[in-house]
């Protein structure tokens, strides 16, 4: 039996993420039968804007060490075949995912210094072999967006369409729906005082939860949520090759795992998360980067 766990930052992705990606994948890989475990979920690293010049934060550190954790040792002495970490950009940081993967790594080779030279170089084997690290921009509710299924489940009534500025790619995630953009004008208001970047009109989950108080539906992540992302149609969310890159990098990672094509087909991945094949694999940390 071969094994993938991911670890992740919010309880709708700890309830439903493992359940919507394995509908894409085979069961066996190599004639072994494929588990996705229940996935672990640790504190977001994100919901700070990162500075280049700054050292990783705590829960960017505790993120690496549940990696380094599931990979070498495992639930029950039995280490994974597989560790994805996975995170949002949330919305200070966005155009700048390249300096969170900055920071995953800096925090990668802080923790791999604390060992000795022996035990630095197995887990270098480890970390490239097996596990990668992800991001969803900027937040898991922005996928939901790619499928008219996804959101009718999560609670938004027949009739109301969402109304996006770039329709296509949800990782752009903006809205320009006249009757959200007031509310938005005096969050952005009050929020920027003390948090410059933020913009309430690129914050999905809300612009979720405003949708579907039309219908009367209190969105709840933890059962709406759930169950919009079991059902999600991965496949319906790129509309075009250029779009949503972070999460065709996800899934270029795992489909390469596996020895299989892309189930969302062809398109650019993002080079800070998936690098070309051309890459050598044997200088990157992860599998990925």
Same mark, same amino acid.
């Not at 494929?34 to 672990?40: A, E, G, H, L, S």
């Not at 938005?184 to 579907?212: D, G, M």
């Given at each position: 039996?071969?094994?993938?766990?991911?670890?992740?930052?919010?309880?709708?992705?700890?309830?439903?993420?493992?359940?919507?990606?394995?509908?894409?994948?085979?069961?066996?890989?190599?004639?072994?039968?494929?588990?996705?475990?229940?996935?672990?979920?640790?504190?977001?690293?994100?919901?700070?804007?990162?500075?280049?010049?700054?050292?990783?934060?705590?829960?960017? =550190?505790?993120?690496?060490?549940?990696?380094?954790?599931?990979?070498?040792?495992?639930? =029950?002495?039995?280490?994974?075949?597989?560790?994805?970490?996975?995170?949002?950009?949330?919305?200070?940081?966005?155009?700048?995912?390249?300096?969170?993967?900055?920071?995953?790594?800096?925090?990668?080779?802080?923790?791999?210094?604390?060992?000795?030279?022996?035990?630095?170089?197995?887990?270098?084997?480890?970390? &490239?072999? =097996?596990?990668?690290?992800?991001?969803?921009?900027?937040?898991?509710?922005?996928?939901?967006?790619?499928?008219?299924?996804?959101? &009718?489940?999560?609670?938004?009534?027949?009739?109301?369409?969402?109304?996006?500025?770039?329709?296509?790619?949800?990782?752009?995630?903006?809205?320009?729906?006249?009757?959200?953009?007031?509310?938005?004008?005096?969050?952005?208001?009050? &929020?920027?005082?003390?948090?410059?970047?933020?913009?309430?009109?690129?914050?999905?989950?809300?612009?979720?939860?405003?949708?579907?108080?039309?219908?009367?539906?209190?969105?709840?992540?933890?059962?709406?949520?759930?169950?919009?992302?079991?059902?999600?149609?991965?496949?319906?969310?790129?509309?075009?090759?250029?779009?949503?890159?972070?999460? &065709?990098?996800?899934?270029?990672?795992?489909?390469?795992?596996?020895?299989?094509?892309?189930?969302?087909? =062809?398109?650019?991945?993002?080079?800070?998360?998936?690098?070309?094949?051309?890459?050598?694999?044997?200088?990157?940390?992860?599998?990925?980067?």
């Amino acid at each position: 039996m071969a094994q993938i766990k991911l670890i992740v930052t919010g309880d709708m992705e700890k309830l439903a993420l493992h359940k919507s990606l394995q509908r894409f994948f085979p069961t066996e890989r190599d004639g072994i039968n494929v588990i996705w475990d229940q996935p672990r979920k640790t504190q977001c690293a994100t919901s700070h804007k990162l500075s280049p010049d700054r050292a990783p934060s705590g829960p960017m =550190k505790e993120l690496v060490k549940a990696m380094i954790a599931e990979a070498g040792i495992g639930k =029950k002495g039995e280490p994974a075949d597989l560790v994805v970490v996975i995170d949002d950009v949330e919305l200070g940081n966005l155009g700048q995912e390249n300096v969170i993967a900055a920071h995953f790594q800096k925090a990668v080779r802080q923790e791999l210094n604390k060992y000795n030279t022996k035990t630095i170089q197995r887990y270098q084997r480890i970390l &490239r072999q =097996k596990c990668s690290f992800h991001l969803l921009k900027p937040m898991i509710e922005s996928y939901l967006f790619g499928d008219t299924n996804a959101l &009718r489940v999560a609670g938004i009534p027949t009739g109301e369409t969402p109304q996006l500025v770039h329709p296509t790619d949800v990782e752009q995630f903006e809205t320009n729906d006249p009757a959200w953009l007031p509310r938005c004008l005096r969050e952005n208001a009050k &929020r920027q005082q003390s948090e410059p970047w933020w913009h309430h009109e690129c914050h999905p989950k809300h612009y979720l939860e405003h949708l579907t108080e039309r219908g009367q539906v209190f969105y709840d992540e933890t059962t709406y949520g759930k169950k919009a992302l079991e059902k999600l149609t991965w496949r319906s969310v790129p509309k075009c090759l250029d779009d949503t890159p972070l999460i &065709r990098s996800l899934f270029e990672d795992i489909a390469d795992w596996f020895g299989i094509q892309n189930p969302l087909g =062809k398109g650019e991945t993002h080079p800070n998360f998936y690098p070309p094949k051309s890459v050598n694999r044997a200088n990157l940390i992860l599998r990925n980067m």
